[in-house]
């Protein structure tokens, strides 16, 4: 199986912060790479998938980038909403993985 | 509009099972491969399991496999997951959730908690 190792496992921010992500796969996935957004008590949200292609109706202030093992996902200017938590996934593999998760949290 | 409704949870004893249904609208659903997913309490996301399109094609996280079957009716626009000798690290809610754009899941049901407790 890909194991997927999400860095850090929180941070807190301000609201105006940019804020990085950084998911790294155990082996190449190319660009098949997603990010998702979840609030608790909520179903987690897609955010990016193909590693840089943001989802329909998905603020433009979040973005992806990478390929091959090591991804990026940046918040250019952190927004009250943005408090969640984020996991990555790779979708290279019939097996589905996902990182364990980076909270971000309210300074 | 997309629509992925799970039903099935509840309390159940280590040993016992449980079905899983997952009702899908809005999409032509036949023609997309289907995904659990679970989130034990205060934990991560964990893939399941998933279906092909048309049913023959199955897969299993190895902590399910051997006790889990997943399972879909087109006809209904259903997919399902049969849970057996349930354990109690298998607590967990239990999401519904289809392939979007390059294999993301892109609509996720609300979840249905599944509970494994003497």
């Known amino acids: 199986d890909i194991q997927m190792t999400q860095s850090p496992s929180s941070l807190s921010a301000s609201v105006g912060d940019r804020v990085t992500i950084t998911c790294r796969a155990s082996?190449?996935?190319?660009?098949?790479l997603n990010w998702y957004q979840q609030k608790p008590g909520k179903a987690p949200k897609l955010l990016i998938y193909?590693?840089?292609s943001l989802q329909s109706g998905v603020p433009s202030r979040f973005s992806g980038s990478g390929s091959g093992t090591d991804f990026t996902l940046n918040i250019s200017s952190l927004q009250p909403e943005d408090f969640a938590t984020y996991y990555c996934?790779?979708?290279?593999?019939?097996?589905?993985?996902f990182g364990q998760g980076t909270k971000v949290e309210v300074k | 509009e997309v629509q992925l409704v799970e039903s099935g949870g509840g309390l159940v004893q280590p040993g016992g099972s449980l079905r899983l249904s997952c009702a899908a609208s809005?999409?032509?659903?036949?023609?997309?491969?289907m995904h659990w997913v679970r989130q034990a309490p205060g934990k991560g996301l964990v893939w399941v399991s998933r279906?092909?399109?048309?049913?023959?094609?199955?897969n299993y996280a190895d902590s399910v496999k051997g006790r889990f079957t997943i399972s879909r009716d087109n006809a209904k626009n259903t997919v399902y997951l049969q849970m057996n000798s349930l354990r109690v690290e298998d607590t967990a809610v239990y999401y519904c959730?289809?392939?979007?754009?390059?294999?993301?899941?892109?609509?996720w049901g609300q979840g249905t908690l599944v509970t494994v407790s003497s």
């Open positions: 959730t289809k392939d979007g754009p390059k294999w993301s899941f892109d609509y």
């Open positions: 809005g999409f032509t659903f036949s023609t997309y491969w």
């Open positions: 279906i092909n399109s048309d049913g023959t094609g199955t």
């Open positions: 082996q190449s996935i190319s660009s098949y």
């Open positions: 193909d590693a840089s």
């Open positions: 996934q790779q979708s290279h593999s019939t097996l589905r993985t």
